[in-house]
């Protein structure tokens, strides 16, 4: 059992890479096209790219005889049926769109690495905001917002007391990311988690393409242009990495796997400073060091949210 843990958290190091490096490709899509049109592009192919997983799952579990409730139209057990499935796929979709598209714009402002950090502050907002649903927060929850806290100032807030553009919208963005969680919190109970994220992908994708139509210019060249950008949003942080977390979550320890994940922080700004030549000053260096001890320390054992929830799509 030990072995199989270990092998999971591999494979979700791994996971929390794809993701990390997915900054760096966000960063780079904006040289070609405008946020709307990358992220209407990517939140489709990577919906679509779930597609032929859960069609797998399906047929699997028709040959394992397992039954869905009378029309739902699902093999795999799902207490919602499918207009549950449709109704929570349209209701994250709308609130991923939101969130997915602030960080997508915060990326003409700040650099790869200093949204990846900021944006993992949703690991500390999640215990914190799960007092307004009546839950228990531990105390090294409220120990690790401090620090992460502490972290953001130095990260983003200038010796002159004045915080950019562009923190501020990834910052916003990290709030809907917190709320999304939460959402999922619920919601993943009553539907197959799966095929929800792929019609939360497949909403949020269409409704920014619709964005992106109405408010930006897209052509087949600038498309063209952002190919590998694209495809790495699109098939590989999402379709692939997701995939990844899917299986590996079944073996890994929630906690250690929710740490582990949590590098994509690092991997965010490591490949910022490898591809892209970013540098981060020593002050924002040190307010990395403590967003990311926030991080750890808020996921230390206790009583936590699902990781599987923790985890949840925002890429």
């Not at 679509?48 to 093999?75: F, M, T, V």
């Not at 950008?229 to 320890?253: C, D, E, M, N, W």
Request: proline share 5%; glycine share 10%.
């Amino acid at each position: 059992m030990e072995t199989r843990s270990l092998a999971s958290e591999m494979i979700l190091l791994v996971t929390a890479a794809l993701w990390g490096f997915a900054f760096v490709a966000q960063r780079v899509g904006m040289d070609f096209m405008g946020p709307l049109t990358y992220n209407g592009i990517r939140f489709l192919m990577g919906g679509a790219s779930l597609l032929p997983l859960i069609y797998l799952r399906r047929k699997l579990d028709r040959g394992r005889g397992l039954r869905a409730p009378e029309g739902s139209g699902a093999a795999r057990p799902a207490p919602g049926g499918a207009r549950t499935l449709a109704v929570s796929s349209l209701a994250g979709g709308l609130i991923i769109t939101v969130a997915a598209n602030l960080q997508q714009w915060s990326m003409k402002f700040i650099t790869a690495g200093k949204a990846g950090f900021i944006t993992g502050l949703y690991v500390v907002l999640v215990p914190i905001a799960g007092m307004l649903l009546k839950r228990k927060t531990p105390v090294l929850a409220w120990a690790g917002c401090a620090a992460a806290a502490g972290g953001l100032y130095f990260l983003s807030v200038t010796e002159e007391f004045t915080i950019a553009r562009g923190d501020l919208i990834v910052l916003a963005s990290t709030f809907f990311w917190t709320c999304h969680i939460l959402f999922l919190d619920t919601f993943s109970k009553r539907v197959d988690p799966v095929e929800l994220s792929a019609g939360q992908f497949l909403v949020c994708g269409a409704l920014t393409s619709a964005g992106a139509l109405a408010f930006e210019a897209p052509s087949w060249e600038s498309v063209r242009a952002a190919a590998v950008p694209l495809l790495y949003g699109g098939l590989v942080s999402i379709g692939i990495a997701y995939t990844l977390q899917a299986v590996a979550q079944r073996k890994a320890h929630p906690t250690r796997a929710a740490i582990v994940m949590s590098l994509e922080t690092v991997f965010a700004a490591a490949g910022g400073a490898l591809l892209l030549s970013e540098r981060l000053s020593p002050r924002e260096l040190l307010g990395c060091a403590l967003m990311f001890a926030g991080m750890l320390i808020a996921q230390a054992p206790g009583p936590k949210p699902k990781a599987a929830a923790e985890s949840a799509i925002r890429r």
